[in-house]
Nanobody, 126 residues
Framework: QVQLVESGGGLVQPGGSLRLSCAASGRTFSTTTMGWFRQAPGKEREFVAIISWSGRSSYYADSVKGRFTISRDNAENTVDLQMNSLKPEDTAVYYC???????????????????WGQGTQVTVSS
């Protein structure tokens, strides 16, 4: 079992940056595939980025590729999402998620993930 708590959301102007962090508890974190998803009002939850348990593999949604970077620190039980060149369409609640199995899809759906944080709001607006 893994418990997840996100932090770092907020209001930022277009073109700005934010760094989200997810703190995990549980002894299985280092073998858990981790990811970030987001959900905008009236829309379904969508995949943003995922990272393998070792950190050697990561995949991104086309909409954030080149702007967002996912990373993890298994010693600290954290997974971060660095978001640069933010756009208004990035506005959403961002969720940290964990999966007991390895990466089987480079564009997963939320249903493939087992553990979820409570979410943190990111608003991109001038």
């Amino acid at each position: 079992q893994v418990q997840l708590v996100e932090s770092g959301g907020g209001l930022v102007q277009p073109g700005g940056s934010l760094r989200l962090s997810c703190a995990a508890s549980g002894r299985t974190f280092s073998t858990t595939t981790m990811g970030w998803f987001r959900q905008a009002p009236g829309k379904e939850r969508e995949f943003v980025a995922i990272i393998s348990w070792s950190g050697r593999s990561s995949y991104y949604a086309d909409s954030v590729k080149g702007r967002f970077t996912i990373s993890r620190d298994n010693a600290e039980n954290t997974v971060d999402l660095q978001m640069n060149s933010l756009k208004p369409e990035d506005t959403a609640v961002y969720y940290c998620a964990g999966r007991k199995l390895g990466i089987t899809s480079r564009t997963p759906t939320s249903g493939e993930y087992d553990y979820w944080g409570q979410g943190t709001q990111v608003t991109v607006s001038s």
